[in-house]
């Protein structure tokens, strides 16, 4: 049940950050960082994604592969809910599967997956976390 939980979470997560980012546009002062915001949020799941394999192996790589699928996902969500040219929300699967958009997602992606990637690399899983644990103990 864990490990269904760790690889189910991307799907929820990364559209929770979608939302977020777009919640945190609709104020005007914040619009100019927002997409900082959102790439940093996006790459800081990946690489908390990555330390928290529950897997013995030296990598996770069906995780790795989950990211983008994850980021994808959520590009197809909020395209198919998008706004429409009078400002109401429309059901448009003709928007949501425009290949441009998924286009310009991709380095993103593909960015997310390499982190997830290293990160779910068993020694630097072990480095960081006997890092983060040393420092409890100390206390």
Same mark, same amino acid.
């Given at each position: 049940? =864990?490990?269904?939980?760790?690889?189910? #979470?991307?799907?929820?997560?990364?559209?929770?950050?979608?939302?977020?980012?777009?919640?945190?546009?609709?104020?005007?002062?914040? =619009?100019?960082?927002?997409?900082?915001?959102?790439?940093? /949020?996006?790459?800081?799941?990946?690489?908390? @994604?990555?330390?928290?394999?529950? /897997?013995?192996?030296?990598?996770?790589?069906?995780?790795?592969?989950?990211?983008?699928?994850?980021?994808?996902?959520?590009?197809?969500?909020?395209?198919?809910?998008?706004?429409?040219?009078?400002?109401?929300?429309?059901?448009?699967?003709?928007?949501?599967?425009? @290949?441009?958009?998924?286009?310009?997602?991709?380095? @993103?992606?593909?960015?997310?997956?390499?982190?997830?990637?290293?990160? #779910?690399?068993?020694?630097?899983?072990?480095? @960081? =976390?006997? =890092?983060?644990?040393?420092?409890?103990?100390?206390?």
């Amino acid at each position: 049940m =864990k490990k269904t939980a760790y690889y189910l #979470s991307p799907f929820v997560i990364v559209p929770i950050i979608f939302l977020i980012a777009t919640l945190l546009e609709n104020a005007e002062i914040l =619009k100019p960082i927002v997409p900082y915001f959102m790439f940093a /949020l996006l790459f800081l799941y990946a690489v908390v @994604i990555g330390m928290l394999s529950p /897997l013995k192996v030296k990598f996770d790589c069906v995780m790795a592969a989950l990211v983008p699928f994850s980021v994808f996902f959520a590009l197809f969500l909020a395209l198919l809910f998008d706004e429409g040219c009078d400002g109401m929300p429309q059901f448009s699967l003709h928007h949501a599967l425009n @290949i441009e958009y998924y286009r310009s997602w991709l380095p @993103i992606a593909l960015a997310m997956m390499a982190i997830t990637f290293v990160f #779910s690399f068993k020694p630097i899983r072990q480095f @960081i =976390k006997n =890092k983060i644990f040393a420092k409890h103990s100390e206390k």
